[in-house]
């Protein structure tokens, strides 16, 4: 069999309705019935109806996209019975691929998602924190501009900005405070950078102002009991393959504060042998990214019955 891993996305890929297209798949209801008894609340209904401002709040999204992927991800081995080799999320999705290698269950996932989503927006009021997706701008270099509009603004300043999410050769996020982003923005296009779009997020993910709201995650972490990985799970801070527990609970709490390495993540997926990178749950934005990371590699997704189909066919 063709070797192969799945990709988990994480937010801005949410839609209202994202899961209609599964019908009544027996593993996609069960998965939403499952994370509605683990919240308190009807899942099915909040994916299907929205609206979309309830799915965009970071509350809301961190659990539906974790339902979503997992939902898919379990329509998949039921339909086909093959297991990737290797697993990897971005960012949020991370959690999504400890849940389908057997580290958390959806019942402690999805209650975990949602308290790591409240700690974010606790740690920084909407409006004062910001990101930013610099493109057309090698990574070194956006890092290199960060940390000169850093310290112009001084030492000791709240004012910070930080390159964050290593999407691709020359995609990186960045984050911080709201001044810091916005000047970080002006420089960076200054020298060179073919575009810096701001975006619709409440909180500067994995920003070093995150480090309170992962403080209160380690803690919330330190209750539960994590499975030994039954897949290999590519960790975002690390780059790394873990199988202790306590390592992996380490990693997702630096992960809430510290960069998401996506461009090695990828890199080090392929160098385990694997040739074919699945996205698994809403979207293609991860697929995209794949290709521009490297073109060696033979993407697909799984997010509706046909998609899992043709995917299917690719591995055969």
Not at 5 to 13: D, H
Not at 100 to 115: E, I, K, S
Not at 182 to 206: D, T
Request: charged fraction near 15%; glycine fraction near 8%; proline fraction near 6%.
């Amino acid at each position: 069999m063709t070797p192969f891993a799945f990709v988990f996305p994480g937010q801005g890929s949410q839609s209202v309705g994202m899961l209609d297209a599964w019908g009544d798949h027996p593993e996609v209801r069960s998965t939403l019935r499952e994370a509605s008894d683990a919240l308190g609340e009807d899942v099915a209904a909040l994916i299907q109806s929205g609206p979309k401002e309830a799915l965009a709040l970071t509350t809301n999204t961190q659990p539906v996209m974790l339902v979503a992927a997992v939902a898919a991800y379990r329509a998949w081995v039921a339909e086909t019975g093959l297991l990737p080799s290797v697993v990897a999320g971005h960012s949020l999705g991370e959690y999504s691929a400890l849940v389908a290698a057997g580290v958390l269950t959806l019942a402690q996932a999805a209650p975990l998602v949602r308290f790591r989503a409240a700690a974010m927006q606790e740690a920084v009021p909407v409006g004062v924190g910001a990101m930013a997706a610099i493109l057309g701008m090698p990574a070194a270099q956006v890092v290199a501009g960060c940390q000169a509009v850093t310290a112009e603004f001084g030492a000791g300043s709240a004012e910070v900005v930080e390159a964050v999410n290593f999407n691709d050769p020359m995609q990186t996020v960045i984050a911080g405070s709201k001044a810091g982003v916005e000047k970080a923005c002006e420089y960076l296009k200054s020298q060179g950078a073919k575009r810096a779009l701001p975006l619709p997020v409440s909180a500067p993910f994995h920003s070093s102002l995150m480090k309170p709201a992962a403080e209160k995650l380690r803690e919330k972490l330190a209750t539960l009991t994590l499975g030994v990985p039954q897949i290999a799970v590519v960790n975002n801070v690390d780059v790394q393959v873990e199988s202790d527990p306590e390592r992996i609970r380490n990693a997702l709490y630096r992960q809430a504060f510290q960069p998401v390495r996506w461009v090695e993540c990828v890199q080090a997926i392929k160098a385990r042998g694997v040739s074919h990178v699945i996205e698994c749950g809403p979207g293609k934005v991860l697929a995209g990214m794949t290709k521009r990371i490297d073109a060696e590699l033979v993407g697909g997704v799984v997010l509706d019955p046909a998609t899992l189909a043709e995917t299917k066919g690719l591995l055969a």
